[in-house]
């Protein structure tokens, strides 16, 4: 059975999800966490809505037969397309998201110009940041630009490279002409370019939803006195539904530390 | 039952493969063709060869369901890593692949320097080409590089773009740095290509692996009597995993025509 010592799920398509395992584990070093990446069939980003939910049914399911206390959508597509589905399916379970997460943090950023979200073409496509944002805050606007290329360049490594400079020149231009107030790195793995990011646009604050939702499992966790009340070493398990060669190495850059725990288990 | 009339069976791990059938269609305009893409788990070139194995005997299994009279690996990583497999589940049926078709098309390019081979990270460390090569040609040397940002680069379309330039700029100078006399595309996306690549290198000659397997296809088929005697307007049929938001554009853009029948097949 479920109890505070259980660990808190994380998942997502693939390999970005580690960012916001990485600030879990940061905020909330007694927790244990377990993290499903679908590697199999990653990316999501350009699959569809259908595809997409019956993908995030296998993975929630999974999680939730390791008895988790919560769940945490930590990639940017599942929350779009898929995220009231896995409310359903979590019953009374806390679910939370990279996008409500960076919806909050950044009308806490934002004075009043327009909110700049970049992310995945679905993620785009889907309107979820606009509608997150529009929820909250029903005169803000947001100024949404896919950047399929990024990516890729990340898990290129090429964090610090010309190509990614220029990429991003062709990808924020149409942003700053909006004159946005904030950004949203509205995908895992944009934290990497953060760097970067700031280096072609100093004066604008970034939201990045690792920390942010990190900042929100531990609000909610607290309130509801689900935090892990011993101070053991906790256990960190990660599944994927493929180890592909590079894994490890990308998937260690994510996570700022060793894998250790590594299984690869079938769905579908 | 299949006779000369049947379809050529043609599969890819998405649309990359349509750039084959965009060839045989040229080469051979009274060919029936039907087209698998399994777009719900592109791309390949990142997943472990078991998962790959698997995911190729759906497709080949629904192919020689519809009869078809051949079988065309439309796909390197496929070729490389599943090869063997499809042609034991093809029994008699022949089957062309797109790096069998490179191979000897490089070798035919080829002086004494070395090949160059560009292609996605998979397919290099499956050292498919250098195997597929070695066999034919046991003393030519053979110089890979892996381009996993070329894929989406064409996908977003930036196909006469600065990024591209530059990372081309990137990749290529390795090669050059080895005296390659011959440059082997090694992904069905890098036919597209094809203009920057020369402008890069116009003096090494590019082996364009959709057009040589077009060729291959051709010459076997008429050996064996298995043309189509008819010249009715053939029947081009598209089945694909997953129907995601560009599907259309970016296809009919490797196609170069229009993608009627379209339809969407779950598998697994």
Redesign the interface.
Known sequence: MMNNQSAIGVFDSGVGGLTVVRALIERLPYENIVYFGD????PYG???RN?IEQFTEQMVQFLMEQNVKALVIACNTIAAVAGERVRRLAGPLPVFDVISAGADAAIRHSQNGPIGVIAT??TV?SNAYARAIAIRQPNYRVISQAC??L???V??G?LDH??TR??LR?YLPPLLAERIDTLVLGCTHYPLLKPLIREEIPDIPLVDSALTTAEAVAYELEKRHLLNPTTQTPDYRFFV??????FRAIGERFLNRPIDQLEMVSL?
């Open positions: 590697t199999a069939r990653v350009v699959k569809s595809t073409t679905t496509n399929p290329l990516v890729p360049l898990e290129e090429w010309e190509v220029l990429t062709e539904s493929d180890i592909p060669l590079r579908g």
